[in-house]
């Protein structure tokens, strides 16, 4: 098989990747969970009218997406209709190519 150096290579890297985990994880670089057990307390809590109000402005955002999306595509396909309707399909696909004519 010709991928033989490739794959010798590739579990190379793997073992040596595998290693310097290791290490880092004696050292304890590698963990980004806090060894300290405290039960973590948000500060801040919204109240029935502020999530209300989140919401309106999602609901209103999306809306406003959704018009902005709508209003391209139907511009869009306009154009495509007015790109069609304005080249002339004749000139392009004739079969009267005369080779000597010229």
Known sequence: MGFGGAALAANQVMRN?????KQKRKRGDLSFVSTVNEKWVDPKKASFEQLMEIRKRIRRDNKRYRRKVL??????????????????????????FNPHKY
Do not use: C, G, Y
Not at 17 to 21: P, S
Not at 71 to 96: E, G, H, K, Q
């Open 71 to 96: 209003i391209v595509t139907i511009i869009a396909f306009i154009l495509l209709v007015l790109a069609i309707a304005v080249i002339p399909w004749d000139l392009i696909f004739t079969n009267s």
């Open 17 to 21: 990747n595998r290693n310097l985990l």
